[in-house]
């Protein structure tokens, strides 16, 4: 094994606590580890041939459920799975990796444990599931349409991104969710006359006709219908849950989505049981016109209760027949986290929608690692908006072809540590018709998939941060290890960034592990000094 010495002053470092400026000095003369990244360098090694299985090793459920889970498993196919100490009502399939059937009456932990056997060797993982009230016991995962389909998503779409996500291997690493968001619906003819002018711009090469947009919203029953870009919505689910995958859908409390589409109001119980019928397993209820509704609501109920308009949704999901997962979208207005917990709802949105100025990644990550941290545990989630990677459409053109990101390489690799380090809902938004060899590297980092769905969903810590030089965050996972993220916030130049092992509550040495690179780095004495390109980031597992 390398060791790395930073000279007797740098161990002395550990046992007296010094100041950085002493540590740093101390370190001219030791090795400095470059962590520069190329010009869309895929740092992320192929995946392995042996059997190596990941995801999250606790998972809750509520009882009598319908379950459905793949087992996350990178490795060279075909491959045999099978499960020790399977709960009664599950069943695997054996050649797949999927678990499906009915989650256990009683409440209570069921330890399991993987087992996935190919013609390169064997791997087994432990998994444990947990019969009770919570679900998302770690951030959920997946890919959502808005950013990358917009106005044109549709049915061939989702099924192409269910394919995409097993084949190009981001269910093998535990992505589990494919989302639909808005204009999935239809609006009916005075909807469609009285869209505003901002929607009439932004959906200008949009065909309402072609695509059956336009129609009754509702039938005879009061269950809402889908445009023509849907002609089968269970079918679709089925074919997505054959994957082993779940299916999200999206909807707002109001009339009118923010595109002007089909809402819930009034029609909430018959929505949420029609979301459950077709098979969707997550809904994403964004305020949009429910804004207006809410403070009608306000301002002719003394002490209203803001959760009060948001629970009747988290009830009807609730008692489906299978686990529906709650991701509130009403801009951090209200302070979610602070009351949609006690309703039942999974993950909060802390702000508006990132797509609109991507490069404020790293504010919304840091008022989850700052003000926020407390509210981020198993079950319930601060969520910072998609990872908007890649390919995007221009919400003012949202018919027209997607477009790059303003976001260079290092910055790329910048937004997935983050999302990764502060247990945010780790869910991506983009073109995934026309995802690329790099955006794949970047997502597929089984590494990095894993510290983020780490059982302790501790929320990393700022340990320093200069938003002109350099930032440095620490989390914790369940096996005692800690993982170290170093930030350079200059845009323009290279920076050698030196952390102590002091300022981070350890001592003397401990054994590194490059995150993106998967590459044992060696034992490292008194605390390590990278170079980082601007914008670079490096992510370290550190263990004694």
Known sequence: ???????????????????????????????????????????????????????????????????????????????????????????????????????????GEYPMTFVAENAYGKAQRPFKLVVGDT????????????????????????????????????????????????????????????????QIKKHAAYDYESTGTIGPIRDEYGRILPNGKFPDMKAMCDYIHSKGLKAGIYCTPGPRTCQGWAGSYGHERADADRFAEWGFDLLKYDQCSGGK???????????????DFWKPMSDYLRVQDRDILFNLCQYGQDDPWTWAPSIGIQSWRIGGDLNHHVENYFINALRIAGPLREYSKPGQWNDPDFMYIHRIKNVGRMAEPSEEIPLDTNQRYQYVTLWSIIAAPFFFSCDIENIDDFTIGLLTNADVVNINQDELGHVAEIVRNDDKTETVMLKKLADGSKVLAVFNRDAQQERTITVSWGEIGECCELEVFDVWRQKPLGTYKGGISVLLSPNGVALFRLTN
């Not at 196919?77 to 990796?97: S, T």
């Not at 389909?149 to 589990?176: C, N, P, T, W, Y």
């Not at 494919?178 to 469609?192: A, K």
Request: net charge positive; proline share 9%.
């Open 293 to 307: 509704v809410l403070a009608q609501l306000r301002a002719r109920i003394p002490g209203y209760q803001v959760k």
């Open 135 to 198: 679900i998302a016991l770690t951030p959920p995962t997946g890919w959502n349409s808005w950013g990358g389909h917009m106005v044109d998503v549709s049915d061939a779409i989702m099924r192409k991104a269910a394919d995409i996500f097993v084949e190009r291997g981001l269910a093998d690493v535990g992505f589990q969710y494919v989302g639909i968001d808005d204009c999935w619906m239809r609006l009916n003819q005075e909807m469609y006359d009285t869209r505003t002018p901002g």
């Open 1 to 107: 094994m390398k060791r790395r010495t930073f000279t007797m002053l740098a161990l002395a470092a550990c046992i007296a606590v010094p100041t950085f400026a002493s540590f740093a000095a101390a370190n001219d003369s030791g090795d400095v580890y470059d962590a520069r990244i190329g010009e869309k360098e895929i740092l992320t090694p192929p995946p392995p041939k042996a059997p190596r299985i990941n995801g999250p090793k606790v998972y809750g459920a509520r009882p009598g459920r319908i379950f459905l889970y793949r087992i996350p498993t990178q490795g060279v196919r075909p491959m045999r799975f099978a499960v020790e100490n399977l709960p009664d009502g599950l069943k695997l399939d054996a050649e797949n990796g999927i678990l499906t059937g009915t989650v256990p009456s009683q409440r």
